[in-house]
């Protein structure tokens, strides 16, 4: 991502007048670029749901009525679509963190290769979430 | 003989982390395959079940181990964050400071219930 961002700068560059600043609505990231964004905000969403999640497996843990009480819940509609989002926000990481793990062995690393992972990561995505909505409904 | 001071500095600053960040991604990849497929193809509906899922101490290790390496990713993951989005030091230092705070509470809490709480 470093990389993708050193070519919009330098591409900028070439202008015939400079910015003085990065304006983010003149940015057009590279898909590996957007990728790499999706990748830190779901990591950071991850994080945000930790609690909620010991919070649930202590209460379904708790006896047969907390137990009650989580499925109760994740069977209503907004529990359900909660889940869904989840799962896809951990599909996505998941999917985007495999690929940077091949690439952190050198597999993938050429521009036009590391694109296309980035777009079949996406499209991966998306077909795992329809996957789980098929699943929780 | 190589010299100890050839590695002063920062060359090997945030080897330590990358490797960290990558090894525990791995565990924590696998886990969740297994304990998707495992809730997937065995569903449990059942307290009882579900209990004594927990209870196996094989379950209760690999849970541990998983949330030691959720809170280690999740420090590298927030702290890299943290270091490129927030520039003024208070800032950084505040969230650094609850994030790991957080974290640290995540991790006892979480240990708490699979050692005792819940799992008696």
């Known amino acids: 991502m470093r990389l993708e961002l050193f070519e919009v700068a330098r591409g900028m560059g070439q202008q015939q007048k400079r910015p003085v600043y990065l304006n983010l609505l003149q940015i057009r990231l590279p898909v590996g670029g957007v990728l790499s964004i999706c990748h830190r905000i779901s990591g950071v969403l991850l994080v945000c749901v930790l609690p909620p999640a010991i919070l649930f497996l202590q209460l379904s843990l708790s006896g047969p009525e907390g137990f009650q009480v989580v499925r109760a819940y994740l069977e209503t509609t907004t529990g359900r679509w909660l889940t869904l989002g989840i799962l896809g926000i951990m599909l996505l990481h998941f999917l985007a963190g495999i690929r940077h793990l091949f690439m952190d062995l050198e597999i993938g690393i050429t521009r036009t290769q590391a694109r296309a992972s980035a777009w079949v990561t996406f499209i991966l995505g998306v077909a795992g979430v329809l996957l789980f909505a098929v699943g929780l409904w | ?120």
């Open chain 2, 1 to 120: 003989m190589v010299s100890r001071n050839q590695y002063s500095g920062s060359t090997r600053k945030g080897l330590g982390e990358w490797i960290v960040q990558r090894v525990s991604a791995l565990y924590l990849a696998g886990c969740v395959v297994a304990f998707g497929v495992r809730l997937t193809f065995w569903p449990i509906d059942d307290f009882y079940e579900w209990h004594e899922w927990w209870s196996d101490g094989a379950v209760r290790v690999a849970a541990a181990l998983f949330l030691f390496a959720v809170v280690l990713h999740a420090w590298i993951g927030m702290r890299s964050v943290f270091l490129d989005y927030l520039n003024p030091f208070w800032l950084r230092f505040t969230m650094s400071t609850l994030t790991a705070v957080s974290l640290v509470a995540l991790f006892v809490w979480g240990s708490y219930l699979l050692a005792l709480g819940g799992l008696r």
